[in-house]
């Protein structure tokens, strides 16, 4: 085993002629698609600002990211996860498994979830309801589950005009998609009496459950790649409602109509006070070990969570990141460098 | 004989229904050629066009010369010239120094639209100048004191209407640009002072974040690449050639040696992304060798450019007339004689070529890089090589990948502009074995 491990390392490092020499001197972060941005933004500004070399960071998948963090400590593996979602108890486990014993939980900040459609087209105006009316496998129709009967908004709501009903959601590998659930979907299920009806007829578990069956009739349509890729299959269907990230919104306002939910416009302001229902917080998650190895990763984190980034008038907010009104909290549990707890 | 009874003779001049038949058949076959043909001309030219029209723009950027008064009161609060105390000022402090030079310009001019904000003309500038005012300071601090001419570029929605992505109209709806903006832009470029203009820092810049699409380039992608095909030239061509000639030439051929030559032939069409996942399992978490460095990426390629080229070494080698190991053994040369001295240089076009296709395959793969960290935003150019095949890189693929994620509609340009130099590289290879082939190829 050991000649095998050796053999490999010798021709790997003979074939670059090599001094052995693996020490990295830059950070390294992965994970989430959606924080990749923010995360790009803050490395670009403290490799400029400070006397370190530029953070490297990946994307991936929130859960990517985790599992990446998690498994080891040692150079050859990541110092951050970027995440959409919060940790599982399973990466936690993972982490621990593989030595990754003190994970630092840093919230970095709140995120909106939007659904516009084309600029050209109507105004809209859901509630969770219209969207689990719309999307489900089975609704209830005058006291009855059935098969989702509804073709147009209308049918869904009389408020809503008569189009056709076409969504392109997050595909499930996307923490967007998780957010959609609970918020909308699972809203939606309860507040239209689906949940009793499906709790009633297959049992608490599966009636929860069957809340998130989508319709498989080509009404909604699940995104697997970026919001780029919405946004262009919105491009070829001017009837189609689409699900973004706001600071997708935001960099694209000229071409999308953003619809409201439950009467609030999406806004950082909305999200921040917690009007506008559909948002979600994103983390970062450093693995501490690392600190005082890695050189700049303190203050890699510090600068991320500083008021001058992450602060109201900062850089990522100006691109669409709602800024954390406990910040200063997070701040000192940075410096500190405290642990997170167990999950609750 | 009438005339009638002739009819009924074949002839050289009637054509009878089975000639027409069977010349109707050609005919139909050379339609169905040529239709097939002008399909893939067709796509050729469609692909072309639209990356060609997206792509170009990306080589001219829009820029402006500023007047910027280096105040050393600002930008060096001690006084004392000392570059580590100078770095205190951060981008954010150049950032104002380079609005407040733009607001006195185009106030000075007469340029700014009434009652246009400082901040809102500040904002035609792109994010990327402060870091490179600041960096110029720092390294040269007499410039403080003085005012330097600093060419700077423009934001990128600036720069998208000059090329006619933004306009007016969407202004009114863009959360990220004014109209006033734009006309102010305008009256800059009317008076002179804003040019749109070659671009060679699309070239060779590093990466950019999304809040400054318009200095986004593709260096550390290009170093990258270069440094992968360094690794997979230098292993896969003396790896391949050896394995070939060992094959071709020495093995004995039994049913151990039939299997190996069935696995080559296998490996050459495994899925690319197979080798990104033995990459991550073998050099990064069993080697521990570094993540996103260029050294794993060009060993992962090699393995993917590997049967590739050990086929084509193989074909040649076998093109070779055996008459002429057969003169060469019976002049009493020995095997490994008759192989170096006559059948390896003839065989040597058709190796390079080979050699060359499976670069070119290397160069525009993605999906291994996937799964070994080279997917990523890396701002710092890798260093000179050795060191620098340890360090981070990006990979050109990749950067198109890159760009097309982004939510900038700006970089949906560079993507193109991406691909077009991918292209180009591509292209050039390509050619390069066309000529070697036609160069020194041999027919027997």
Redesign the interface.
């Known amino acids: 085993m050991k000649t095998a491990?050796f053999g490999?390392?010798a021709l790997?490092i003979l074939?670059?002629?090599?001094?052995g020499?693996?020490a990295?001197d830059?950070i390294?972060s992965?994970g989430s698609?959606t924080v990749?941005?923010y995360?790009?933004?803050v490395?670009?500004?403290f490799?400029?600002?400070f006397?370190f070399?530029?953070p490297?960071?990946?994307?991936?998948g929130s859960g990517a990211g985790r599992k990446k963090l998690c498994?080891g400590v040692?150079?050859?593996t990541?110092d951050i996860a970027n995440s959409s979602s919060r940790i599982k108890q399973s990466d936690i486990d993972t982490c621990a498994a593989n030595g990754v014993a003190e994970i630092m939980e840093v919230r970095i900040g709140y995120d909106g979830i939007v659904f516009a459609s084309d600029?050209n087209g109507p105004d809209f105006a859901f509630t969770p309801s219209d969207w689990y009316n719309a999307l489900a496998a089975e609704v209830v129709v005058d006291g009855e589950l059935v098969a989702n009967p509804n073709k147009t908004w209308h049918d869904v709501n009389p408020d809503l005009p008569e189009q056709d009903i076409l969504a392109f959601i997050p595909g499930t590998k996307h923490g967007t998609r998780e957010v959609f659930d609970v918020k909308v979907l699972e809203a939606g299920c309860e507040a239209t009496g689906a949940l009793e009806a499906l709790v009633a007829a297959k049992g608490e578990d599966d009636g929860e459950d069957a809340c998130l069956a989508l319709r498989t009739d080509g009404t909604s349509v699940d995104i697997d790649g970026?919001?780029?890729e919405t946004l262009s299959r919105l491009d070829a269907n001017p009837n189609a409602i689409g699900v973004f990230?706001l600071?997708?919104y935001?960099?694209?306002?000229?071409?999308l109509r953003v619809a409201t939910m439950s009467g609030v416009v999406p806004s950082t302001e909305s999200i921040a006070t917690g009007e506008y229902p559909v948002s979600r917080p994103l983390f970062f998650y450093v693995k501490k070990a690392h600190l005082g190895v890695i050189p700049g990763l303190q203050e890699y984190i510090d600068f991320f969570v500083s008021d001058?980034m992450a602060g109201p008038d900062g850089?990522l907010a100006?691109?669409g990141l709602v800024s954390d009104p406990e910040l200063a909290a997070t701040q000192e549990m940075v410096a500190a460098g405290t642990p997170m707890g167990p999950l609750n | 004989m009438t005339l009638a009874d002739m009819s009924h003779r074949p002839s050289l001049y009637t054509l009878d229904a089975r000639t027409k038949a069977r010349n109707a058949a050609e005919k139909r076959f050379r339609l169905y050629g040529i239709t097939a043909v002008s399909l893939g001309v067709l796509a050729l030219v469609v692909l072309l066009t639209s990356v060609l029209g997206s792509g170009l723009g990306a080589f001219r950027q829009t820029m402006f010369t500023l007047p910027v008064t280096l105040d050393a009161a600002v930008l060096d609060k001690k006084g004392n010239r000392n570059p580590e105390e100078m770095?205190k000022a951060?981008?954010?402090t150049y950032g104002k120094v380079l609005t407040q030079a733009l607001a006195a310009v185009v106030t000075e001019r007469g340029l700014a639209p009434e009652g246009m904000k400082t901040k809102e003309i500040g904002a035609l500038i792109s994010?990327e100048a402060p870091?490179s005012l600041?960096?110029m300071v720092l390294a040269n601090p007499d410039l403080l004191g003085t005012t330097i001419d600093f060419e700077v570029l423009a934001n990128g929605r600036i720069d998208g209407f000059f090329k006619g992505r933004?306009t007016m109209e969407?202004?009114?709806?863009?959360?990220?640009v004014s109209p006033a903006q734009l006309q102010l832009a305008q009256a800059m470029k009317e008076a002179g002072m804003l040019r749109l203009a070659f671009n060679p820092a699309f070239i060779t810049n590093p990466d950019?974040?999304?809040?400054r699409p318009e200095s986004a380039g593709l260096g550390v992608a290009i170093l990258g690449s270069a440094y992968m095909m360094v690794?997979v030239l230098?292993?896969a061509l003396p790896i391949g050639v050896a394995a070939s000639i060992y094959l071709e030439e020495f093995a004995p051929q039994n049913r151990f040696t039939d299997l190996i030559e069935v696995n080559i032939a296998n490996l050459a069409a495994v899925p690319s992304i197979v080798f990104g996942i033995l990459g991550l399992a073998?050099?990064?978490?069993?080697?521990?060798?570094?993540?996103?460095s260029p050294?794993?990426g060009?060993?992962v390629l090699t393995l993917m450019t590997l049967p590739t080229i050990i086929i084509a070494t193989r074909a040649a080698l076998k093109a070779v007339p055996p008459s002429i190991k057969d003169a060469a053994l019976g002049v009493g040369a020995s095997k490994m004689q008759t192989i170096f001295h006559h059948v390896l240089p003839l065989a040597l076009p058709g190796i390079l070529t080979g050699t060359i296709i499976g670069l070119a395959q290397a160069l525009g793969e993605t999906a291994p890089l996937?799964l070994i960290?080279m997917?990523?935003?890396?701002?710092?150019y890798p260093a000179a090589?050795?060191?620098g095949?340890?360090d981070?890189a990006a990979a050109l693929p990749v950067q198109v990948y890159n760009f097309?994620?982004?939510?900038?509609?700006a970089f949906i340009e560079r993507a193109s502009g991406a691909i077009i130099v991918l292209l180009v590289f591509l292209l050039t290879m390509n050619i390069l074995a066309v000529l070697l082939r036609r160069r020194f190829e041999r027919r027997w």
């Open positions: 491990k490999v390392s790997a074939a670059a002629s090599t001094s020499a693996l990295r830059q390294q992965a698609s990749l941005p995360a790009t933004i490395a670009e500004a490799g400029e600002n006397d070399p530029t490297v960071v990946e994307g991936g498994e040692g150079e050859n990541i600029i970026d919001y780029t990230g600071s997708f935001q960099n694209n306002t000229d071409k001058e850089p100006a691109y | 770095a951060t981008t954010i994010k870091a600041r960096n933004v969407s202004a009114e709806l863009d959360s990220n950019a974040s999304e809040l690794i230098a292993l073998v050099f990064i978490n069993y080697a521990e060798l570094p993540q996103s050294l794993v060009g060993l996937l960290g997917v990523a935003f890396v701002k710092d090589p050795p060191e095949f340890l981070p097309t994620q982004r939510s900038d509609p």
